[in-house]
Structures are given as C-alpha cells and as structure tokens.
C-alpha cells in the first residue's frame, strides 16, 4: 500500500517560515507529478503548488514569491518552503502524488500562522 508521510507543519508566527516535507513509500513507481494542497476550516481544499517528474512547477498565486516546491534527487520526496507566512496561509497542507495507478493523499499537516 502506497504511503505518503508528511512533516514540518506546526505554530509560527506572521513573516516567519516553515518547511513542509512529504516521502511516499512502498510504491514501485516514481511519481509523476507531487503538489500541496491545503485546506482552510470552512473552505475547500485549494492547490498551492506542484511540480513535476522534469521539475516543471505550478504556483497558486496567493503564494507565488513566498513559497517553493522541489523534489529531491531521487523524485519520491516533495518540499514545501514557505516564507513571509501569513495568517491567511493557515490551513491544514496536504501532498498529493500522481501515480499511474491512481492519486494518493497524505494525512495532511497543520500550519497556523499567528498575526
């Protein structure tokens, strides 16, 4: 069973900086596109950014200029640099891998920016 584990979500304050990570496992296909997602309490689940297997990247434009996505060098795993946070950015950020089979979801993490 494919898994996708997700980190570095937590409590920071306006201005400040978080990076998200997300490693899928147990999958004998590389991704071909990984992406954040978030979610707002009351909204619906709203892309951030993604990036592709040629590292082709696509930016929500709430975000552009303050977030970057990559991948490492091996492709399974997805970064999320998040900086100049802002309140508005709190949300719970989920990673979504496009594989062949079918799209997997991370559990999500929580990012809470305090203005």
């Known amino acids: 069973q494919v898994q996708l584990v997700e980190s570095g979500g937590g409590l920071v304050q306006a201005g400040g900086s978080l990076r998200l990570s997300c490693v899928v496992s147990?999958?004998?296909?590389?991704?071909?596109?990984m992406g954040w997602y978030r979610q707002a309490p009351g909204k619906q689940r709203e892309l951030v950014a993604e990036i592709s297997l040629g590292d082709i990247t696509t930016y929500a434009d709430s975000v552009k200029g303050r977030f970057t996505i990559s991948r490492d060098s091996t492709k399974e795993t997805v970064f999320l640099q998040m900086n100049s946070l802002e309140a508005e950015d709190t949300a719970v950020y989920y990673c979504?891998?496009?594989?062949?089979?079918?799209?997997?979801w991370g559990q999500g993490t929580q990012v809470t920016v305090s203005s």
């Open positions: 979504k891998a496009y594989l062949p089979s079918r799209d997997y």
């Open positions: 147990r999958s004998i296909f590389i991704p071909n596109t």
